[in-house]
Nanobody, 119 residues
Framework: VQLVESGGGLVPAGGSLRLSCATS????????MGWYRQDPGKRRELVAA???????DYADSVKGRFTIARDNSNNMVYLQMNSLKPEDTAVYYC??????????????WGQGTQVTVSS
């Protein structure tokens, strides 16, 4: 199993970041994939998801600002984040998921990538 997130950083409010996730075929090829985020002391939330066929879904808090994409040839998932807000600050993870169907906390997760948006 491989989930390696990258691309986070520190940006001012209104800025942009593009996150990348390298996955193993065992997770990627049969599943919808999602980007999750978690602030310390808060539950992990699914903010964007994409099916194998390319249908997307977004949390209301990021709709119109974030775009998820997948490269089926290379088992990669991306999250383009524009118009970033301080409340987007969190550690971002990728994993399989769609709607309420999500991994448990005790399932395998990558190390995540920190996104910090300054006001």
């Amino acid at each position: 199993v491989q989930l390696v997130e990258s691309g986070g950083g520190l940006v001012p409010a209104g800025g942009s970041l593009r996150l990348s996730c390298a996955t193993s075929g065992s997770i990627f090829s049969l599943n919808a994939m999602g980007w999750y985020r978690q602030d310390p002391g808060k539950r992990r939330e699914l903010v964007a998801a994409i099916t194998t066929g390319g249908t997307t879904d977004y949390a209301d808090s990021v709709k119109g600002r974030f775009t998820i994409a997948r490269d089926n040839s290379n088992n990669m998932v991306y999250l383009q984040m524009n118009s970033l807000k301080p409340e987007d600050t969190a550690v971002y993870y990728c994993n399989w998921g769609w709607g309420s169907s999500q991994p448990y906390d005790y399932d395998y997760w990558g190390q995540g990538t920190q996104v910090t948006v300054s006001s």
